[in-house]
């Protein structure tokens, strides 16, 4: 039976900077990483070559080292207000120090020097054109890595955690169960693909799973009788329009995260992952769950003429109801069953019009799709009435900001939805209730984001070293 200082559950950015820092306080640790995902060399997906998803499982989209930061758009956002809540446990000044910490390791690994957003003329002069129609601008600086280089930026630090004889990764593992005795853990039971369930003890767990395990996160913690607080979950649809709507917006901030408050209904509904020049891409949820995204790359040789972003609706339910997760996943299973499995496209016109998108309608749209495979349809049958009529009402206020978007031809895909584990209690270390068991990053339902997840690694691994 093997033993390890740390085990850690969950190769995205979370688990990779409490390798790299815990490396860095003590090089002699016996760390072992472990995911349901490839090592990210052997990381392929098809439909980047193809423009077919093959339905690889696990998906390599999302799992495997480096999470689903590998092929994202790799954005990162150098402000405590957006990407997580690590503030509210460690307080404003720290997270800052930390972000700016984080940052320079992403600079040592080689990221792009550029930053966006830290115009303040132009911030300004946007938040108060924003602010005439009750939109609220949320100002951050980004700094931009871009589909490729997050893949290398991510594949350096592999190398660089691989080098140290004491740092071990598992690909295809999976982990069954945290095992707890006197209220601590003490190590897990995991099956790698094609093997037996094993036994593998540790000092200290830390639990790093990723969106993609925010299911299996708030299940374990069900089962160790810790306590939980239900996150809002995000549904809603990726935009897609012609970089000449949103090029005024996206040149000084690369990402303009706007938030409104339906009329109708009050909810609200926020932008999020803007990719100028960029790519609609879909992932894969628990082997077939297909959900939507998007991404850009840094070569201005692999731009598109199209920009686009998340709109999504944060919901918060109340008891007696306690399955968001699930909730996400059946709206998604719904949009699923429409297409035979693949992500829906609709023209806003059409969607206002009370149609159906199909092929030939779809063949007059000016904006061209760029997720070839989307297959047209009627996205008021998957998504709920309270959801779609929030997104129309902020498209069309939006329009006020971004003149052009509120038209037919611009296309929305379904479903868009971010699955974030149930909150789980933890201290200021992210420690839960059970002693030495740690839970971070966006499965734990305290990130949304590669760099605040990245922050919380680096505190839990000072707290581990006691520093």
């Known amino acids: 039976m093997k033993k390890y200082d740390v085990i850690i559950i969950g190769a995205g950015p979370a688990g990779i900077f409490t390798a790299l820092e815990l490396t860095k306080l003590n090089e002699k640790l016996k760390v072992l990483i472990i995911d349901k995902g490839r090592e990210i060399n052997h990381r392929k997906c098809p439909a980047r070559s193809s423009g077919t998803c093959v339905n690889c499982n696990p998906c390599a989209i999302v799992n495997g080292w480096s999470g689903a930061g590998a092929y994202s758009d790799g954005k990162l956002s150098l402000g405590v207000e957006v990407g997580g809540n690590v503030k509210d446990y460690i307080g404003e000044e720290k997270t800052a120090a930390l972000i700016k910490y984080a940052d320079d390791i992403y600079l040592g690994f080689g990221a792009g020097k550029m930053v ?7 911030v300004d002069e946007i938040m108060y054109e924003a602010s005439k129609h009750d939109i609220q601008l949320v100002p951050c600086a980004v700094r931009h890595l871009g589909t490729e280089r997050a893949f290398k930026v991510l594949g350096g630090m592999y190398e660089h955690l691989m080098q140290n004889p004491n740092i071990e990764f598992r690909e295809l593992t999976s982990v069954q169960e945290v095992i707890c005795e006197q209220e601590k853990a003490v190590g897990v039971i995991a099956c790698t693909h094609g093997k037996g369930a094993e036994t593998i003890l540790a000092d200290y767990i830390v639990a790093a799973p990723g969106r993609e395990g925010a299911q299996w ?9 810790i306590k939980t607080i239900n996150n809002a979950v995000d ?17 000084d901030l690369y990402e303009a995260k706007f938030v409104y408050y339906s009329d109708t209904f009050d909810n609200k509904v926020r932008t999020f992952c803007m990719n100028p020049g960029g790519v609609v891409s879909e992932e894969h949820y628990d082997g077939h769950l297909a959900v939507v995204n998007g991404h850009s790359y840094a070569d201005p040789n692999l731009k598109t003429e199209n920009t686009n972003f998340a709109m999504l609706v944060s919901t918060s339910f109340t008891e007696p109801f306690d399955e968001p997760i699930k909730y ?20 806003l016109g059409d969607l206002l019009r009370g149609s159906r998108t199909d092929y030939k309608r779809l063949l007059k749209s000016t904006t061209r799709p760029t997720l070839k495979t989307a297959v ?12 779609l009529k929030s997104i129309l009402e902020a498209l069309k206020a939006l329009d006020n900001v971004a003149p052009g978007l509120y038209a037919r031809n611009t296309l929305l895909y379904g479903c868009e939805i971010k699955f974030y584990s149930s909150q789980i209690k933890v201290n200021q270390q992210f420690e839960t209730p059970i002693r030495h068991l740690y839970t971070i990053g966006d499965g734990a339902g305290i990130t949304r ?4 997840a990245s922050v919380t690694g680096i505190v839990v691994a000072r707290d581990i070293v006691k520093i």
């Open 376 to 387: 047209p349809g009627d996205l008021s049958f998957a998504l709920p009435h309270r959801h």
């Open 328 to 347: 996400g996943k059946y709206i998604a299973n719904l949009a699923n069953m429409l297409t035979g499995g693949n992500i829906m496209v609709q023209r």
């Open 235 to 251: 549904i809603g649809v990726r935009v897609e329009v012609p970089n000449a709507v949103m090029d005024h917006l996206t040149k």
């Open 217 to 225: 996160l708030t299940e374990q913690a069900r089962n160790l009788g």
């Open 116 to 122: 966006y957003g830290q115009d303040d003329k132009r």
């Open 449 to 452: 984001g590669l760099m605040q």
